[in-house]
């Protein structure tokens, strides 16, 4: 089997694992400890191809429970032998990650990636559904690697546990699906646009200044440092009720795409970010007392 991953230098200590379906992952290599933030679809032996990149002991953060980023963290408890790594997961998440984890519906979802054609080899490969206790990553967190840390914030919106990291040495956040071109805001677990907005302004404020480039977990790693912001503006839009609208499926779901974008989620007016969301979910629902 042909590898499922690659691996692409950001800087010198930070690595990019792109999947044969888009999926980004980052290995962040410190003088004493790596950190690995996400692990895809749980096939491909991913471990084996981080072990390729480093021999320090490894720790792994997921951005988020999504069938795409977190379904490979079984490989990584050590029930096959290898050194048990900690593994972090935001446990507002814990349900999603439950919901997604069977083979069927990971196999589905590659399917649907790539048109329909399995890799070959790939089939073999997938994880099969494990029970996992993830330790609770929190807003706040900072993983101290020897020269180079991760810290930790939350971003609800995409998901109810979806986190951010920043990588303040290097001035980079890693924004994963919290935002970037295509942000699904759409699905059951989804916050409203309302909510995400909030949240958005939140964590532009507490870290101004602290990051010049901005990093996502689909397709392309870079972004610009404005990305929140753009995402910003692209909220206030669906909330005046000015957005184009444009008809959205997938796996089922409806929605529709805020700005009008290319097949690679390249904004036609030239513009980053961008939000795929439902019309049940832009504003914050009324509490009654």
Not at 41 to 68: M, S
Not at 104 to 123: C, D, H, I, S
Not at 162 to 189: H, Q, R, S, W, Y
Request: aromatic share 8%; proline share 4%.
């Amino acid at each position: 089997m042909a590898d499922f991953y690659r691996a692409e230098k950001v800087n010198d200590r930070i690595t990019a694992i792109i999947s044969f379906t888009g999926e980004i992952m980052y290995l962040v290599n410190g003088s004493e400890r790596s950190l690995l933030i996400d692990t895809c679809v749980g096939a491909g032996n991913l471990r084996d191809f981080v072990e390729r990149l480093t021999e320090k002991p490894l720790t792994v953060l997921l951005t988020h429970g999504h069938i795409d980023h977190a379904m490979g963290a079984p490989e990584f408890t050590g029930n096959d032998g290898k050194p048990e790594c900690e593994i972090y997961m935001n446990h507002a998440d814990t349900e999603i990650y439950l919901g997604m984890n069977s083979i069927e519906n990971r196999k589905g979802y590659v399917l649907a990636g790539l048109g329909g054609q399995m890799p070959e080899g790939l089939e073999e490969t997938f994880l099969p559904p494990a029970p996992m206790t993830f330790k609770d990553l929190k807003d706040g967190d900072r993983f101290d690697l020897g020269g180079i840390s991760v810290e930790t914030y939350a971003l609800p919106g995409h998901t109810p546990g979806t986190m951010v990291m920043l990588i303040p040495e290097e001035k980079i956040l890693i924004l994963g699906d919290a935002c970037n071109n295509a942000t699904f805001l759409f699905d059951k677990n989804s916050l409203t646009v309302e909510e995400y907005r909030e949240n958005l302004i939140q964590i532009q404020n507490r870290l101004e200044g602290r990051f010049d480039t901005t990093c996502l977990c689909h397709h392309v790693i870079w972004a610009s440092k404005d990305m929140i912001r753009s995402v910003i503006e692209v909220c206030d839009t669906i909330m005046k009720d000015q957005a184009d609208d444009v008809p959205f499926n997938f796996m089922g779901q409806q929605a529709f795409v805020a700005k009008k974008a290319n097949e690679y989620f390249n904004r036609l007016d030239g513009s980053e970010g961008n939000i795929i969301y439902s019309k049940e979910k832009i504003r914050k629902k009324e509490v009654t007392p």
